[in-house]
């Protein structure tokens, strides 16, 4: 049986994440001032006591959860022992910095460049989210096609929770569509745009450039990729996968599913929150989840 461990997106960040991490030594203190340097600007005055609003916007909300994540794994030494990882969305490139396939500064200089980029496509058309449900996937797929406007299938977070993304004409026509195929509920989710949609093709190709300059490893165990939920070890096809995973939707229900397959016992969430645990938990109530903790 093997231990999963599971990195999340954006959504999972609060006011104070990574306080205690900061304090808990000289190494932990060092990297998150390493990562003030690289970024121009202090986030960890952002984490530890900014506004929700502050720590709310793309540009400093992805950074935050990646060196959450990424500081945590690494200060567990030798208790973080993974034998397959994957992450949510942002957390990808959380889980390639945690099993050494892409270095700490590379990592969050790659994060913060997507961000950036996540940013400006969002200004370019106004765009949305929302979340479906109660509903089975097939039905919101049928219906998202449907629609005129664009508006896709992007977060495959579980059984009965579907995110769809797209214009904003075109996710209220889908909410409205979907509300009345049987849908529990459609609800607009307070993002900057659309995500994981054709809508993010300005930034696809804008970090398209700066992943592929950037040197990615074999990592120490496989990682489960978003965009079809499968096992990869070679650097040139995270690479790809990372590349597409922006216009492409996060699989998340088919990956644990996978994982599950593949021998997962037990899912470890590092990371600030608890999202995907709960996540896991409605994809499989039997498999045993936890929070990484020092």
Sequence with gaps: MKSAYIFPGQ??????????LYNHSED?????????EILGFRITDIM????????????VTQPAIFLHSVIL????????????????SLGEFSALVATRALGFED???LVAARANAMQKATEI??????AILGLDDFTVEDVCQRVSDVVVPANYNCPGQLVISGSVAGVDKACELLLEAGAKRALKLNVGGAFHSPLMEAAKVELQAAIEAVEIKTPVCPIYQNVDAKAYTDPEAIKHNLIEQLTGPV????????????????????????????????????VETAAAVL
């Design 125 to 130: 058309q106004p765009s949305t989210m929302a």
């Design 107 to 109: 990592g969050l200089r």
């Design 251 to 286: 699989r998340w229900t088919q990956t644990i599913l996978h994982m599950i397959e593949d021998g997962a016992a037990s899912f470890t969430e590092v990371g600030p929150g608890n999202v995907l645990q709960g996540l896991v938990k409605k994809i499989d109530r039997k």
């Design 11 to 20: 959504g999972a960040q609060f006011v104070g994440m990574g306080k205690d």
């Design 48 to 59: 530890f006591a900014g506004t929700d609003e502050d720590l709310k916007q793309t540009k």
């Design 73 to 88: 794994a690494n200060a567990l030494g030798k208790a973080f022992d993974p034998q397959m990882v994957a992450g949510h």
């Design 28 to 36: 932990t203190k060092f990297l998150f001032e390493q990562a003030n």
